[in-house]
Structure formats: C-alpha cells, structure tokens
C-alpha cells in the first residue's frame, strides 16, 4: 500500500513562491507517474502537473505554464512541486496523487495541503 504525504502549504503574498513535497512510501515510487492536482472552495479538483516514472517528462495545466515547475528524487521517493509568481487564484487545497495499479487512473492520495495566496 503506497501513502503520500504532502507538506511545504502556507500563506503567501502574492508574486512570493512556495514549494510543495509529496513523501511517499513503498518500494516502487520510481514506478509510478505522479501528479499534483488542486481544489478550491466551491469547486472540482482539477489537473496542476504531472511528471512521468519512466523519462520524467512533466505536463502542466495552462493556468500554472511558466510559474510552476515539478519534480522528483525517487531516491528520497518524493515529488516537489515549486511555485513561482503565486497569484490569488492559486489558492486551494494541493493534493498528491499516483498512478499505482492503472496507468493513467490516480488511485493514491495524500491528504492535502492548504496554499493561500493573499492579494
């Protein structure tokens, strides 16, 4: 069973940065895509970035290109996310998530971490 843990959340000004971690457990972290996703008061959990197990090729949602950046040491078995140039839309909650048993399918998650991006 693999658990995630994220920490690094906490109130920002904005234009400041924070960077996020995602510790992981089990044996096979290296195995696994990874990704951070967000969810807002009153609103869906949605995509922010994600990095492949195999290359390490990251994606990122268009709302975080050029601001955000992941990465990770599988041999910390941990995936960062740095945040730059944080706006007041980039408050929510960040959650971790892997790809454990189905390619493409999250099935693993931590369990949150607050950002707060004051204007």
């Known amino acids: 069973q693999v658990q995630l843990r994220e920490s690094g959340g906490g109130l920002v000004q904005a234009g400041g940065s924070l960077r996020l971690s995602c510790a992981a457990s089990g044996r096979k972290f290296s195995r696994y895509a990874m990704g951070w996703f967000r969810q807002a008061a009153g609103k869906e959990r949605e995509f922010v970035a994600a990095i492949t197990w195999s290359s390490g090729n990251t994606y990122y949602a268009d709302s975080v290109k050029g601001r955000f950046t992941m990465s990770r040491d599988n041999a910390k078995n941990t995936v960062y996310l740095q945040m730059n140039s944080l706006k007041p839309d980039d408050t929510a909650v960040y959650y971790c998530?892997?790809?454990?048993?189905?390619?493409?399918?999250?099935?693993?998650w931590g369990q949150g971490t607050q950002v707060t991006v004051s204007s």
């Open positions: 998530g892997a790809q454990i048993a189905t390619p493409g399918t999250y099935d693993a």
